[in-house]
């Protein structure tokens, strides 16, 4: 059963072919980070009209890859939820289109869902129930999976995505965007014991929700310190060393929080598993953490190799062909691109 993934819920144009829910015959990622860099962030308008421009030649770009067309395709799955409603809908369209002309079923699929399907395809043998953490550039959620199609939400973040922090944070540092990326390869070179940031909702052992913007605001001080009230000259004046140990300490704060809360989903719902999706969790000390505190808690962790932890169609192949293989099943005329989460 093949299964063809189109994504386009924020600034990447993707699709791919997937067999089976988990065999994957290839993947194309357009990424507009080129366009969004200047402004520090995704510029819905300009995200959308990119989709736009990139839909078709990242689809053709797919199949040729494969060397396969409609003949061989069983289903089309798309992202239809959570996203930028402008972005979002250009991938539902060219869906709905292909469904049509080709006469295949559609299946919507739940963006987040499938960051976390992600680690299914990567080790499909993992035991359920399995808790799962999406921490991306919009989101920073836990869930808890009874199998590799059913998730239910259990905390996320009350204010910032940890994605966003690190983003944010890496532009005060002045390291560009995406930031986090920037900020792991930086840390490297810091001492994470420098500064002691603020780790939020950790003292009260049942909570699951994330804060990030005081630990933003703290190291936005720290970063200021003795270089002068705020202002772009004081931070522009930081010297290399001191934004390396800035870049470690702040990391080891957020990967601190989500480390200790996915371990405390863990144990709440008895899982057997521990797993994450999303852009962060391509950040290397947050994947050597969780392995290390997973194995110390008993959990069997599976982390997806990066290119499936960033926005990519492969998960959404892989998704919706196992809820197409499971018999569902989505309407022409009824599935709508849906911003928000929804469960
Ligand atoms: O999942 P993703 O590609 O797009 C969204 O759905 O948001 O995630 C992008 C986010 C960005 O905020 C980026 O800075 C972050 O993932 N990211 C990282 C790393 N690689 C990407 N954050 C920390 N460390 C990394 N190595
Ligand atoms: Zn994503």
Redesign the pocket.
Known sequence: MLALGIET????TAAALVRDGLEVVAGVVHSQDELHCRFGG?VPELAGRAHVEKIDAVLRAALDKAGLGRADLDCVAVTNRP?LVGSLVVGLTAAKMLALAWNLPLVGVN?IHA?LYAARMAEPDFEYPAAGLV?????TALYAARDAMTYEYLGGTIDD????T??KV?ALLRLG?????????LAKAGNRDAVTFPRSFLQDASDLQFSFSGLKTSVLYAAMGEYGPRNDAALDAIPDERKADLAASF?EALVDVLVVKLLRAARKIGAKTAVI??????????RERLREDGAAAGLRVVIPP?AH????AVMIAGLGGALFAAGHRDDLATLDAMPKMNG
């Open positions: 819920s924020c600034d990447e995704v996203g963006h960051h921490v991306s550039g919009g989101h995505a940890a994605g966003e690190f983003d890496a965007y995406p930031g986090g990326p920037r900020i792991d390869k990391q999706g999303g852009g962060v969790a391509c950040n290397s000390r947050l990066p932890c960033t926005d990519n």
